[in-house]
Nanobody
Framework: QVQLVESRGGLVQAGGSLRLSCAAS????????MGWFRQAPGKEREVVAV????????YYADSVKGRFTISRDNAKNTVYLQMSSLKSEDTAVYYC?????????????????WGQGTQVTVSS
């Protein structure tokens, strides 16, 4: 079974940048689609970015397109989310997730392993 641990988020000013990492252990993530999701207070969890098993296909929510970049290093068993031009509306708990049944999926219900989440707060 894969276990996922996100790096610490933090407080960043609007317009700033932050990189989140998600370290996997227990099993190689080579055959897992990987995704980043977020949940803001009072809102439902939403997909932020997804990357296919090989890393050749990505998806971004419209709200982060052009500002966030998802990447993976299968050799290091790690997935990254580079966030730039951060806005106050990016404030949320960010979750890393792995899908063992799909090479690429944007549906949260198809992810079977989740990290504990990390808080990202953007101050305006």
């Amino acid at each position: 079974q894969v276990q996922l641990v996100e790096s610490r988020g933090g407080l960043v000013q609007a317009g700033g940048s932050l990189r989140l990492s998600c370290a996997a252990s227990g099993r190689a993530i080579t055959n897992y689609a990987m995704g980043w999701f977020r949940q803001a207070p009072g809102k439902e969890r939403e997909v932020v970015a997804v990357i296919s098993t090989s890393g050749t296909r990505t998806y971004y929510a419209d709200s982060v397109k052009g500002r966030f970049t998802i990447s993976r290093d299968n050799a290091k068993n790690t997935v990254y989310l580079q966030m730039s031009s951060l806005k106050s509306e990016d404030t949320a708990v960010y979750y890393c997730a792995a899908s063992g049944g799909f090479y690429f999926t944007t549906l949260a219900s198809e992810y079977d392993v989740w990290g504990q989440g990390t808080q990202v707060t953007v101050s305006s």
